[in-house]
Nanobody, 122 residues
Framework: VQLQASGGGLVQAGGSLTLSCAASGRTYNLYMWGWFRQAPGKEREFVASFSWNSGWSDYSDSLKGRFTISRDIARSTLYLQMITLKPEDTAVYYC????????????????WGQGTQVTVSS
């Protein structure tokens, strides 16, 4: 399985971006997909997750209302729409996929994309 993240870039505060994560290979047993981010000097943190089969989604409490996770089944692609971006959203964003139906930690995700940089200027 390979995950290819894209869509990052430089945006002004208040702007929006949509990240994509395209999967290839044997994706049939990837039950949970997620987005994480890591800012310089900080640990990788959870952003949002999406149950591929049920469509159930979950978000970091601090990001609810500004970030939306979604999928395109036919394209095996996960998306993260981000609006009203803030400078503190600056980070490398990673997509990940898990063969577990209920991963609870970063370590439970089996596959990771290479990351895409999001920079929000003030």
């Amino acid at each position: 399985v390979q995950l290819q993240a894209s869509g990052g870039g430089l945006v002004q505060a208040g702007g929006s971006l949509t990240l994509s994560c395209a999967a290839s290979g044997r994706t049939y047993n990837l039950y949970m997909w997620g987005w994480f981010r890591q800012a310089p000097g900080k640990e990788r943190e959870f952003v949002a997750s999406f149950s591929w089969n049920s469509g159930w989604s979950d978000y970091s409490d601090s990001l609810k209302g500004r970030f939306t996770i979604s999928r395109d089944i036919a394209r095996s692609t996960l998306y993260l729409q981000m609006i009203t971006l803030k400078p503190e959203d600056t980070a490398v964003y990673y997509c990940a996929a898990s063969t577990s139906v209920a991963p609870t930690t970063v370590d439970h995700y089996d596959y990771w994309g290479q990351g895409t940089q999001v920079t929000v200027s003030s």
